[in-house]
């Protein structure tokens, strides 16, 4: 175990934390496998016991390890206790293109299967007049960017319409679900790329999907999902043919 000295410019607590969980995440630290005494451990960061059992609380709390009085800290297998807040971890573990690829593509399956929920959310509980006119406003804003052309705004514009359709739900459970989806793919410089690698498409579903919202029917749904899986396989062929990490 490759374990050392912790990066500067960072908090002890933060950064052994993060080590930690980059060592589990990526296979160095096995499920099953036992952490090294907590003074041992403390030595190969070069931080206090004090400051290492606070990283250690936070693994804890997240699944990735369990204590025993007396026999320390083991290393649990996330994938039975693991959540979504490993999603950056395993995206940043895909580190040829080929695993990126295959990432994005579980990425974009999981948001698809999300968007139908929203959809069919919408088409139970049609959005209020507001809700609607907050949706227009997000495309509009997401057509400005687009003949602006600047990538952080075309990135933070789509965030927008999102969170608008979310809010047209009135589900937290759905906006939840789906906050941890969306900031890994825009969070992600080559996955980002990818998605908003044609914008104009990008904008095109976005007023079809405002059309509908305005007159939300069931029998539609399949349609948009069809439209949002082409749109997703494009993406994953660009993202196919960029330069690997």
């Given at each position: 175990?490759?374990?050392g000295?912790?990066p500067?410019r960072?908090?002890?607590?933060?950064?052994a934390?993060?080590?930690?969980r980059?060592?589990?995440?990526?296979?160095e630290?096995?499920?099953g496998?036992?952490?090294p005494?907590?003074?041992?451990?403390?030595e190969r960061f070069?931080?206090?016991?004090?400051?290492?059992r606070?990283?250690?609380?936070?693994?804890a709390a997240?699944?990735?390890?369990?204590?025993r009085q007396?026999s320390?800290?083991?290393?649990r297998d996330?994938?039975?206790?693991g959540g979504?807040?490993l999603?950056p971890?395993?995206v940043?573990?895909?580190?040829?293109r080929?695993?990126?690829?295959?990432?994005?593509?579980d990425?974009?399956?999981?948001?698809?299967?999300?968007a139908?929920?929203?959809l069919?959310?919408?088409a139970?509980?049609?959005?209020s007049?507001?809700?609607?006119r907050a949706?227009?406003?997000?495309?509009?804003?997401?057509?400005r960017?687009v003949e602006a052309?600047d990538?952080?705004?075309i990135?933070?514009?789509?965030l927008?319409?999102?969170?608008?359709?979310?809010?047209?739900t009135g589900s937290m459970?759905l906006?939840?679900?789906l906050?941890?989806?969306?900031a890994?793919?825009?969070?992600?410089p080559p996955l980002?790329?990818?998605?908003?690698?044609e914008?104009a498409?990008?904008l095109l579903?976005w007023?079809?999907l405002?059309a509908?919202?305005a007159?939300p029917?069931a029998?539609?749904?399949a349609?948009?999902?069809a439209?949002?899986?082409d749109?997703?396989?494009a993406?994953?062929?660009?993202?196919?043919?960029?330069r690997?990490r």
């Open positions: 175990m490759a374990l000295p912790l500067a960072t908090s002890a607590t933060t950064a934390e993060r080590a930690l980059a060592a589990i995440v990526g296979g630290l096995a499920p496998e036992r952490l005494p907590e003074r041992e451990l403390a070069g931080i206090s016991r004090l400051t290492l606070a990283a250690l609380a936070t693994l997240a699944g990735l390890v369990s204590v007396g320390g800290y083991t290393v996330v994938r039975d206790s979504t807040d999603l971890e395993l940043d573990h895909a580190t040829t080929k695993g990126l690829a295959a990432a994005a593509a990425l974009l399956r999981l948001r698809r299967h999300l139908g929920a929203v069919e959310a919408i139970e509980r049609p959005p007049a507001a809700a609607r949706i227009d406003a997000a495309v509009e804003r997401f057509a960017a052309g990538a952080d705004a990135a933070d514009a789509d927008d319409v999102v969170h608008a359709l979310l809010d047209a459970i906006r939840v679900c906050n941890p989806i969306v890994v793919l825009r969070g992600s980002r790329a990818a998605l908003y690698g914008p498409t990008n579903g007023r079809a405002a509908w919202a007159r029917a029998s539609s749904i349609m948009l999902l439209v949002l899986a749109h997703d396989r993406s994953l062929e660009r993202l196919r043919r960029g690997p």
